[in-house]
């Protein structure tokens, strides 16, 4: 019965459609501003190496929208579905296998919140052959980190999305979550120097099939491999094997207007292979992972005293 009242209360969050931001989710300043002001970064510097050593891939990264200094990771394709926890000195926090879920080709993953609940997208969207029938999202409640991480947890599925794009498969490395307007962001990895950005509503049923994710852009930069959008919805930052590219949205805004203006490119430290970035608790820290053992905690903080970053 518990699990039932969870449930309504999640659809019943996802479905109430609000494009703009709650008192607490409005970046402080000017009620009237436009589009958020560039942050100034220092150089990129890694903080830790992760404890774990069954994370040899680290495919998709997020930082806990509701607990300072937790991370939540999981590896590329040949894994178990399983989320792994840490925190900003990598210390391992435990595994969470994820109940009724397949690991096709797990490639991100966001971090977000509505209200006082936190919860984690799963992005099983890579199709390095563009020939998936369609792919899968999952969502689950964000787990209370354990005091025991030596035994894995187990963790339902709360609601499962199946879709497919309007102009048929592609490879995916990048998805996530506008808690603001309520919507799925994801872009392709096709290559070339032009990535396709597409759209999902948050789901109002448990179990969505057939779904449609709708186009709304091109963006000029090389392959896409992860991206997040920040606590308060109006940054969205798109990685790739270099740097990242971030686009920013005026509070009324709609993301096809923000993908249609140039972007501000982000200087990223070097990795063996990026596939991973998101942003902190704070909305403004970057942080990343690379496809390596030990695989590295990276941070890039702000570089204005008032915009430090997290602590460590």
């Known amino acids: 019965m518990k699990k039932l009242i969870l449930l309504a209360m999640i659809l019943a969050a996802f479905a109430c459609v609000n494009v703009t931001a709650t008192a607490a989710e409005k970046p ?6 436009a589009a958020p002001e560039p942050i100034s970064y220092q150089a990129g ?14 495919s998709g990264l997020a930082a806990s929208r509701l ?3 937790v991370f939540w990771t999981h590896n590329d394709s040949g894994d178990k579905p399983v989320l792994y926890a840490f925190n900003s000195k990598g210390e391992d926090l435990g595994v969470y296998l994820i109940k009724d879920a397949r690991a096709a080709d797990w490639e991100d993953m966001a971090s977000f919140s509505i209200g006082k609940k936190g919860f984690l997208l799963i992005a099983d969207v890579g199709d390095n052959g563009a020939r998936r029938k369609s792919c899968t999202l999952y969502f689950v409640v964000e787990p209370t980190v354990r005091a025991r991480p030596d035994k894995p ?4 599925v709360m609601v499962r999305v199946d879709f497919t794009y309007e102009d048929g498969p592609h490879n995916c490395e990048s998805a996530a979550v ?21 759209l999902l509503p948050l789901p109002r049923k448990r179990v969505v099939s057939g779904a449609v994710a709708k186009a709304v852009g091109t963006l000029g930069m090389p392959t896409a491999t992860a991206m997040d959008v920040s606590p308060d919805g109006l940054r969205a930052v798109v990685l790739t094997y270099g740097d990242a590219y971030e686009y920013t949205r005026e509070k009324d805004e709609d993301w096809k207007a923000a993908f249609a203006r140039a972007p501000r490119r982000i200087g990223m430290p070097k990795r063996a292979q990026g596939e991973s970035i998101c942003y902190g608790r704070d909305g403004r820290t970057l942080y990343l992972t690379s496809e390596k053992v030990p695989c590295p905690l990276l941070q890039v903080a702000p570089t204005l005293a008032a915009d430090a970053a997290e602590p460590e």
Do not use: Q, W
């Open 28 to 33: 402080a300043g000017d009620e009237n501003a």
């Open 45 to 58: 510097k890694e903080i830790a190496r992760l404890a774990n050593p069954a994370i040899t891939e680290s």
């Open 67 to 69: 607990h300072d200094g």
């Open 153 to 156: 947890a187990s963790v339902p």
């Open 178 to 198: 506008d808690p603001v307007r309520k919507e799925i962001l994801l872009v392709s990895k096709t290559g070339g120097g032009t990535c396709k950005t597409y």
